[in-house]
């Protein structure tokens, strides 16, 4: 009898489920046996299931957890930070209620991210580059999400290939904008995203100088092939290429997700070139 071999978990096959059990299909079934290779799956995983949506992957019988089973034992585990230390190709850092009083544990967490992009094959110049823009996304966990005690940052380091992931369990992008008076009236999850990335958009209203959190994010990903997905509410925004940015966007509808998630992964030129 020959044994199927494991799917990729991956985004298309997550949001394949999460459709399945929003419209009750996925009751008394089981799918196929999945195999995850890649951070930002798994961690949308676990905000959907935050929501009561899907099974939490180390209850998911059909996930293996594969390459990242080491760091989601962690996070179960109840750590507050963890960086293998076999390698230190993958770690997490847990946000608190309020930041932390001395700026070690950002830093360590931080430098650690960096070395795993360099260890991956990226000049040293733009794993600092991803450093910073995973440390603007760190700070603007505590600034809108409203929950920053339900922060994650993490990152995982391949052959070639870097990815990270921030989420939070907080008021998500809409209802923060909402805050401000000037997008009051907005009501729309997919809009709300494509504002939030919108360099100067914020909720400190026009002319306040701020919502340049992303500028470093996507300065650090120009010429390298890039691919971001971003969800709060009931939409996802990708961005794919070696220029990612907002005009080749797309937006579509996704079940409902808690607060804000955004996963990113690129590759070195090797790793296009193969």
Request: proline share 6%; glycine share 14%; with cysteine.
């Amino acid at each position: 009898m020959i044994t199927p071999v494991p799917s990729p978990f991956d985004f298309a096959a997550l949001d394949g489920l999460a459709f399945a059990a929003e419209r009750g299909r996925l009751s008394g079934l089981a799918p196929a046996q999945m195999v995850a290779r890649d951070l930002g799956p798994v961690i949308e995983l676990g905000q959907l299931a935050a929501g009561g949506l899907l099974p939490a992957p180390e209850q998911a019988a059909w996930l293996n957890l594969d390459g990242v089973g080491a760091l989601y034992r962690a996070l179960v585990g109840g750590k507050s930070q963890w960086v293998c230390p076999d390698g230190r190709r993958i770690g997490f850092l847990r946000t608190g209620r309020s930041p932390p009083a001395s700026e070690a544990v950002w830093t360590g967490f931080g430098l650690a991210a960096q070395q795993g992009a360099v260890a991956a094959g990226f000049p040293k110049s733009i794993g600092a580059q991803l450093a910073a823009a995973l440390g603007e996304l760190y700070s603007n966990l505590y600034e809108h999400s409203d929950a920053p005690e339900t922060g994650l940052i993490a990152f995982r380091a391949g052959l070639n290939r870097f990815e990270f992931v921030v989420a939070d369990r907080g008021i998500g992008v809409r209802e923060s904008l909402r805050s401000c008076v000037e997008y009051a009236a907005l009501d729309d999850h997919g809009e709300a995203l494509r504002l939030t990335l919108t360099d100067g958009v914020s909720r400190h209203g026009p002319g306040a100088d701020r919502g340049h959190g992303f500028r470093p994010l996507f300065v650090g990903l120009a010429n390298l092939n890039g691919g971001l997905r971003f969800r709060s509410g009931d939409h996802a925004l990708v961005m794919n290429g070696r220029k990612p940015s907002l005009v080749s966007a797309q937006l579509a509808q996704k079940p409902l997700i808690p607060g804000f998630f955004i996963s990113v992964v690129c590759e070195t030129v090797a790793a296009r070139q193969r």
